[in-house]
């Protein structure tokens, strides 16, 4: 099984910095009628160059927080972020008890490495639609 952490169910994020990140993607989250905030998910490492990352940040706050990091060089390419968002779904789905993703509609973008089709096979995943 791959150490992959989160800020749900490992040790403290406080300290990790991104650099040189890349935009996943990004997603509208659909709050209370008449309000929304966007997010955008990034994938890197850390500025410590100890841990590769996913970031996510809104439109509500100015910093990158690690939601889900692995010993740098641990994993590569796609299947890199796809255990990073894998393992974050998961804790926000055993821990906060989440019946879905954290976003309403992906925001097309061609900067953007995930596609709203790659992102609905990834969830289904960790949220099966057939389920009882």
Do not use: H
Request: proline letters at 7%; charged letters at 25%; glycine letters at 6%.
């Amino acid at each position: 099984m791959t150490p992959v952490q989160t800020y749900l169910t490992g040790p403290s994020e406080a300290g990790l910095v991104p650099c040189r990140t890349r935009r996943l993607f990004r997603a509208w989250i659909d709050r209370a009628p008449g309000g929304s905030e966007q997010i955008e998910m990034r994938v890197g490492p850390t500025k410590c160059d100890r841990f590769d990352a996913l970031w996510l940040s809104s439109d509500l706050w100015p910093d990158r927080s690690a939601v889900a990091w692995i010993p740098r060089g641990t994993l590569s390419g796609d299947e890199l972020w796809q255990s990073l968002i894998e393992a974050y779904w998961i804790a926000e789905r055993d821990v906060n008890v989440w019946d879905g993703p954290n976003f309403s509609e992906v925001i097309g973008d061609k900067r953007s490495v995930l596609s709203s089709k790659t992102l609905d096979r990834l969830s289904a995943k960790v949220w099966p639609r057939d389920r009882a």
